[in-house]
């Protein structure tokens, strides 16, 4: 197994990176690292500026996002850790990408429509493009698996697509370029969604920060956040059926959920007949229980610049070298003289 995934640096860590995604990545690296399979993670530096971005900000979020996954539990001996933009194959198979995928593929992408909203004119081109990099952040590693949340689902088989495509037309069958990779998606924890709205994704760019839980939240503004948290009048009912319709109370019991392990109708045998008030009490202190400690451990390693950058240059001297070979087989596929 070959687990690849990246996270932008733009924001905040919040809850729904860390149950769709980080805390997988952290179990997959202890699960496949006993099997004798690798993990790379990144920070998809590249991708933030398909978005109006900080320059200034930049490196310093970049390197404060990898505190963030660092204290979620990757461990930088056992996963490559590294950011794209010292990995220059990444961009370099993307161009080459650009040749196979399609622009009916492209148009198709619900998080360009999303992130264009009506001013698909003024979007920028990297924004359109952004899932053929994203396509050649997990080709160029051979990836079998990539866990990510539900919104990356979408990209994820266009990658497929493409490795397909570029498969089918470059390759001959019995000789492929690339390996089709699987997406890993938490069952419970999929979608997390905002607090302010259960119909919207918790997400960095919501205007509210009472939307999210971020990692870096002290104790008190978590349980504020989670005793303000919109929901409606009614108890919770005993058996799943009875959140249809309730999308705020949906969410809250779905990060339970996630946050102990089980399901949603686990959740409810518990909780079922019981008002809001004493579950989010006990949903915050699960939280805080929880995050608490991951917090601690990223306060403290975010000051240490050196530390954090010599982790990720170790990272991408690794990434270069795996990515060397998959790089070097499309060139050559695509008849280039080099
Ligand atoms: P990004 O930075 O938006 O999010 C990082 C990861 O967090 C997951 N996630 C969520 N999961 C559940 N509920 C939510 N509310 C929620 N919000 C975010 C995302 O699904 C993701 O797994 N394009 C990607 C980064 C990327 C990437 C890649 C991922 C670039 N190249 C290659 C995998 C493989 C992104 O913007 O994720």
Redesign the pocket.
Known sequence: MRI?????P?GNL????Y????RNWARLQEQVGKAGGDCFF?L?DL?AISMPHDARGLANATREIAAAVIACGIDADRSVLFN?AQVPSHAELQWLLNGTARMGWLNRMT?FKDKSGKNREGASAALFT?PV??AA??LLYQTTH???????KQ??EL?RDIAQKFNNDYCSEDAPLFTLPEPMI?PE??????LRDGTA????SDPSDMSRINLSDDPDTMMKKVKKAKTDPEPLPSEPAGLEGRPEALNLVSIYAALTDTSVAGVLAEFGGEGFGKFKAALGELLVEHLGPVTARFNELKRDVEQIDAILARGAARAREAAAPTLSGAYQALGFLR
């Open positions: 690849v995934s990246g996270i932008q733009t919040h809850l729904g990176n149950l769709g995604a980080i990144f998809a991708h794209q998080q952004y990099l994203q952040d997990v990539v866990p990510v949340g539900e919104d990356q990209h994820l990658a938490p924890a999929a979608r997390i969604m905002s994704k918790m997400s960095k």
